[in-house]
């Protein structure tokens, strides 16, 4: 045995010790979904959570479960009897008379031993008053059914400072429900959206080129030849095809057809399936890779407002990539990405392509980082995420809570775009105006007259959608259900994961819930 | 096993206090504007929900966890639950009431267990075992049937019983099956009412194929890690482990496949395998988190309680939400199939050409994703024409294999299908081309 292969086998029986610890085993599912840097960010933060209904207790166990750092319940409630029938973080009519948030905290920290909770039984009127900062010290807020003036100022408060955490605000009545998520700005890089990076066939890079120039296609092996990658074929064919005709690609209906029949004829048995593939893929011949357009428009997106931005790195990342597409070599592109798909080719074959984009890929990769901003010191892992992800990348800009609300052009298209949704998201507007504390709930009367008040004169609600929501609403005014409190905790805190982990992408605008039809819309989009 | 006696907690209607269920009162004691006017509000629906209505949970993961507390604060009193697994380190991400403590536990028990300690009044009655267990008599006594399962086989099997289980003569037959689904940011739920709607089977080809690597791939021309791993579980398990069976829930099996696996990955200079997508791709490992579970499992249990309440109208029939790009979700109404095998009533066509074996028909029905069945037996309603099992009889019919289709089955001649995965048998209506 030669020594290399002793040592391969040595290497191979050390791996075997490097079985999964209790706590991956215990996060394995959904560790694959946001892997080890998802998780870091998740236990890194401190979550603040106004109220403690079915409702909050809902969001929090899904969010104490995937393993948060820190969560802290702020609410004065003492627990009523109809608390005790709705939450399962109250321990029955054993919490009635005791402090809500102090009966919930160990009931939600028994699910995770690895996450810290916190009762803080102040009101929160009063540290919005007296302590503003406390808010600033968390990485995200969530409110409840909180009246319209306190989430009004709260908002306003972590607004005005842009390095303030998002907050997500949401109400709930009976079957009806909406929620957003207020935020400046959130820069995702790893939006695990389904586009594909270009294999730049199109432009090969000069190995790729060469590669595919070199080989003798028609005095190979027969079983090399069935066996040349799809992408070899599509870049050999394609220069062929380009001497002949002035160094332009398929360009009308009939050059397409012309250039698939070339590559029908290269065949040298019927069923060499790595020919079928390059014609099914040969569309890539003749689209040409530049810089998508949704990233193109991030280089020329407007300063965001506020001066100081809480996302340096990701915009000093987006500059270095403008840079890099100005570049004439590499040809106005984005970084290649080394992700090969997978297609019919022997394995030397295939993994000989592989090296040629690997190594192309960490080459452009260094011309990037000779790109970018010497004095900022970003982590070389964040660099090779977002080079490899560059083709996905986005930028959400959002609005202030309740701006829409007071926005006429945009409830006017909102109106006509969105009706269901909207009738659903100014019933419950008007509920949470018309709600404060003891007085009886508003009638079905009183709810109209605040949608048509919050609208204002000349803007037509649907009749049939605005009836079924303020009716539903009427119904049920002070209800959290069971069923409803679940659901919104689930779609929560998958936004609340999005959120922190910058994985994935949030809603941006008001989500609408309807449990009676059960559906979920969007409205309020920002333009 | 535990029963239901020794795990009830008292009667129920002792442990109800003032305002327990005021906020779901508030929908009880009023319809709202799209209530169906045979909704009767006030205290007949409340005594229904509370004292009557039996409601079996199939599934204490995920989705079951969820929906066994979702049910409990909704009113549900009497709930039964089955499951058959125990539980897992890797389901404490999710499943609420499970510990580290109750690792290798029965799911079912200690779920039922502990949804009782924290929800007075609630009877939940657990059974440690297999829905194939229990005879029509048992599913008899529901008035509703939730689904949160992950196996494909297990859903077809209750969903086939449900829908064997309607005699046209007594509308008590009917039970509502409500089954959902998730996997990572994704999910579905959807209603069946058997014989009415659109049932499971009706829209199996709607599942994502799985991933099949060819065997030649697998045995010559490997390219990705996953290949290499099932080069270490199909080809070379069999041949160094002789019979002995694959528990891919044993680490020590998942240890040998990765350093098999790992080995023949470098020798093809392959990267990327790793113990966690062994484990992944052995298993196939679905990613699962409570967020996601909870919107699937409330959706079903907001229909449970809307189907047995009437207060307001329950889901036609299919809600999907995929939470990846900001909340997108589609609620629509899945047609019933007429060659359904399950519910339909009609032959499935199948035209074939008239040079076919058997066995090429066999072939062909493994791969066809809207029935889905592993190892088919064929017969005409004269004659058995291939039988996968017992050996003797599969001995006998094996000589039909070769022969051609034609020859056995007149044109438009009718085909039963059976399998042991099938709790039904399939008709199919043969042409030839
Ligand atoms: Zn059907």
Not at chain 2, 31 to 51: C, H, I, Q, Y
Not at chain 2, 71 to 96: C, E
Request: net charge negative.
């Amino acid at each position: 045995m030669a020594p290399g292969e002793s040592q391969d086998i040595e290497v191979v029986t050390t791996a075997i010790h490097a079985q999964p610890d209790n706590k991956t085993r215990r996060y394995d599912r959904q560790l694959r979904l946001w892997a080890a840097t998802g998780q870091h960010a998740l236990e890194t933060s401190r979550i603040l959570v106004l109220s403690s209904s079915a409702t909050s207790t809902s969001i929090m166990k899904n969010l104490v479960l995937p393993g948060i750092g820190h969560f802290t319940l702020l609410d004065p409630t003492i627990t009523t009897a109809r608390d005790a029938g709705n939450n399962f973080f109250l321990a029955g009519p054993d919490s009635i008379g005791k402090h809500r948030a102090q009966e919930a905290v160990p009931l939600l920290g028994e699910l995770n031993d690895g996450v810290e909770g916190t009762a803080d039984v102040r009101s929160v009127h009063d540290v919005l008053e007296s302590d503003p900062a406390y808010f600033k010290s968390f990485s995200l807020v969530i409110s409840h059914n909180l009246d319209s003036p306190t989430v009004e100022k709260l908002s306003r408060l972590l607004w005005t400072d842009p390095l303030s955490p998002p907050l997500i605000v949401v109400r709930s009545a009976g079957f009806l429900a909406d929620f957003y998520i207020q935020f400046h700005e959130h820069d995702i890089i790893e939006s695990h959206t389904e586009t594909a990076p270009s294999l730049r066939i199109d432009k090969p890079f000069p190995s790729l080129l060469g590669h595919a120039l070199s080989l003798e296609l028609a005095n190979m092996d027969i079983t090399d030849h069935g066996h040349i990658p799809y992408v070899v074929i599509l870049v050999r064919v394609l220069e062929d095809w380009k001497r002949s005709h002035n160094g332009l690609p398929p360009q009308n209906y009939a050059e397409k057809q012309a250039f698939k029949a070339a590559l029908r004829d290269l065949k040298r048995k019927p069923d060499e399936e790595n020919f079928d593939e390059a014609e099914a893929q040969a569309y890539r011949a003749w689209t040409t890779t530049g810089v998508p357009s949704d990233v193109a428009q991030l280089f020329t997106l407007p300063a965001a407002s506020g001066n100081s931005t809480p996302n340096s790195t990701f915009h000093t990342l987006l500059h270095a990539l403008q840079k890099f597409t100005e570049l004439d070599d590499p040809p106005h592109v984005l970084p290649l990405s080394s992700t090969l798909p997978d297609m019919k080719a022997d394995t030397s074959s295939y993994v000989h392509l592989q090296t040629l984009y690997k190594t192309r890929a960490d080459e452009e990769r260094a011309i990037f980082f000779d790109l970018l901003d010497k004095n900022a010191d970003i982590d070389e892992g964040v660099v090779e995420t977002f080079v490899k992800n560059a083709h996905a990348i986005r930028v959400l800009r959002g609005r202030r809570w309740g701006e829409f609300d007071a926005d006429k052009e945009a409830i006017a298209s909102a109106v006509v775009g969105y009706p269901r949704e909207s009738a659903s998201h100014f019933a419950l507007s008007a509920l949470s105006n018309l709600t404060s504390g003891s007085t009886a709930p508003p009638t079905a009367d009183a709810l109209l007259a605040e949608v048509q008040r919050i609208v204002g004169p000349g803007i037509e609600l649907p009749e049939k959608e605005l009836t079924d929501a303020i009716g539903e609403l009427a119904r049920a005014p002070t209800s959290d259900l069971p069923n409803v409190a679940a659901f919104l905790g689930g779609l929560v805190a998958q936004e609340a994961i999005k959120i922190i982990t910058k994985q994935y992408v949030p809603i941006n605008g008001y989500c609408v819930v309807d449990l009676v039809d059960t559906w979920t819309g969007v409205v309020g989009t920002p333009a | 096993m535990a029963t239901a006696e020794v795990l009830t907690n008292g009667n129920s209607t002792l442990c109800d206090w003032h305002d327990r269920y005021y906020h779901v009162d508030q929908i009880l004691d009023r319809p709202g504007p799209r209530t169906d006017p045979s909704f009767m509000a006030g205290d007949g629906v409340k005594e229904f929900l509370r004292n009557q209505c039996k409601i079996l949970v199939i599934g204490a993961g995920g989705l079951g966890c969820e929906i066994l507390a979702n049910l409990a604060l909704s009113g549900f009193k009497d709930i039964h639950v089955i499951d058959m697994d125990t539980i897992d380190i890797s389901n404490l991400n999710r499943q609420f009431l499970f510990r580290p403590k109750d690792v290798g536990q029965p799911k079912a028990i200690v779920a039922a267990e502990y949804i009782m300690k924290r929800v007075p009044g609630v009877k939940v009655s657990p059974y440690y075992g297999k829905i194939q267990d229990k005879d029509d008599a048992y599913y008899m006594q529901f008035n509703l049937v939730i689904c949160g399962l992950d196996s494909v086989e297990a859903r077809r099997w209750i969903n086939a019983t449900l829908v064997n289980l309607v005699d046209p003569e007594n509308p008590e037959s009917l039970k509502p099956l409500i089954d959902g689904g998730t996997e990572g940011f994704k999910g579905q739920a959807r209603v069946i009412l058997p014989t009415v709607s659109s049932c499971y089977e009706c829209s199996l080809d709607m599942l994502n194929k799985p991933t099949a690597f060819p065997i030649c791939t697998i045995a010559n021309t490997p390219r990705l890690p996953e290949h290499c791993i099932e080069w270490a579980s199909v080809l070379e398990w069999p041949r160094v482990q002789g019979d002995k069976k694959m528990d891919t829930d044993d680490p020590e099996h998942i240890n040998w496949l990765y350093t098999v696996a790992s080995a023949r990955a470098k020798e093809f200079k392959i990267e990327g395998v790793t113990w966690s997508l062994t484990q992944g791709v052995v298993k196939n490992i679905i990613p699962a988190i409570a967020s996601t579970n909870a919107i699937i499992a409330a959706s079903c249990c907001n229909e449970a309680f809307k189907i047995a309440t009437s207060s307001a109208a329950y889901l036609n029939n299919y809600f999907m939400l995929i939470g990846t790009d900001g909340v997108y979700s589609y609620t629509f109404e899945h047609e019933k199939r007429d060659d359904c095998p399950v519910c339909g009533g009609e032959s499935l066509d199948i035209s074939v050409p008239r040079t076919w074996t058997v066995e090429r028909l066999i072939e062909m029905l493994v791969e066809k994703q809207d029935i889905q069945i592993k190892k088919p037996s064929l017969s005409t309603a004269s004659s058995q024409i291939y039988f996968q099992a017992p050996p003797q009889l599969e001995e006998a019919t094996r000589p039909n294999l070769e022969k051609q289709v034609f020859d056995l089955v007149p044109d438009g001649g009718e085909i039963t299908v059976t399998a042991s995965t099938l709790p039904f048998s399939l008709f199919l209506r043969i042409t030839y081309s």
